[in-house]
Structures are given as C-alpha cells and as structure tokens.
C-alpha cells in the first residue's frame, strides 16, 4: 500500500481515524427509524464521533412526582427489559457505521450513560501545561492528569461550543463539496 507524502496532501488531516469510517451523517435518521417507538418520550439524541455513536432518549414522564430511588429505578428497569434488542440494534448500527454504540437515557435533568467508550488519547504536553493538570490534581477538581485534562477539555467545550459548531458547519461544506468533485 503505498502511503500519500507527509504534509498537507488530500483531504483532512488525521489519516486513518477519518479515512476508514463509514460515513454516518444518516445515523440519527437511521436510529429513529430503528428504535421501538414506545421507548422513548420524542425522538432520541444520536451524537457520532469517530469511534462511537451515543443514544440517549427521555423516558416517559411518570403520572405523579417521584423520588431519586423510583427514577433510578425505571432506569434499571428500562436497561434490564431492552437490553437484547438495544445489543441487536447496536449490533446492526456497528455493521453499518463502523462505531462502537453507546446508550442512555434521561429522567427529568439527569442523564445516565449504560455503556459508553473511554478512549485513550495520545498528548504530549510541555510543563506548563502538565503543571495545569497537576494543580487541578493537587486542589483535587480531578483524580488523575487524565481527569483533569478531561475536565479542561470539557470546560474548553462548554466555553466554545458556538465556534466548534461553526467550525464543524465549515467542515461539513468542505466534505460536501469534496463528494461533489470529480471521483478518483
């Protein structure tokens, strides 16, 4: 196989990660066309990334209030009594996307994740940057260099959520164009 030069060459940079996934712009369309549709209350929330697919769905509000204990409880009941089909659907989501599914669901303002990746990602940091780390470690925000840089990565997310959006708008553009453009 031989391999494109080092540099800035065709498409995005990131080589195989971006490369050898399947497209999955259809995935939200193709799980609310999947699921059952007595799970959830509304459509669930599909988000993709290069390794995983996360859906989370609302479960259907209760007649009456009801306590942490009885909303923990239709979350383990709901995981229990669904657990095949959600493994079948993940199955055929896998065979089609090429990413690992993750499930939840949400109660009121709380959202609990079944399964979901924790992936390993490669850095290397300077000191002053692992010295941020070891602050929030040493205050204890976080347990470990990769809590807190979790936690910074999350925090930097929430602070720029509007330029990331515009950025993966910009970035849809350009894929669009390119499947437009002449096949090779």
Wanted: proline residues 5%; hydrophobic residues 40%; without cysteine.
């Amino acid at each position: 196989m031989k391999h494109p030069p080092r540099g800035r060459g065709f498409g995005r940079p990131g080589g195989w990660q971006q490369a050898d996934v399947p497209d999955a712009a259809d995935a939200s369309d193709w799980f609310g066309g999947r699921l059952p549709s007595d799970w959830f209350d509304g459509s669930a929330s599909v988000e993709v990334d290069r390794e995983e697919i996360v859906v989370i769905g609302t479960l259907p509000k209760p007649d009456e209030a009801e306590s942490d204990a009885t909303a923990e409880g239709r979350v383990a009941r709901f995981r229990e009594t669904t657990r095949s089909a959600r493994m079948q659907i993940a199955d055929e989501a896998e065979a089609r996307y090429g990413r690992k599914v993750a499930w939840g669901v949400k109660v009121d303002d709380k959202t609990a994740l079944f399964t979901h990746l924790a992936v390993p990602v490669m850095t290397r940091l300077r000191q002053p940057e692992r010295k941020v780390l070891d602050t929030l470690v040493d205050a204890g925000v976080a347990r470990s260099r990769a809590d807190a840089l979790a936690w910074t990565v999350k925090l930097a997310g929430e602070h720029a959520e509007e330029w990331l959006a515009e950025l993966r708008g910009a970035m849809k553009k350009v894929d669009d164009l390119r499947t437009k453009g002449p096949k090779l």
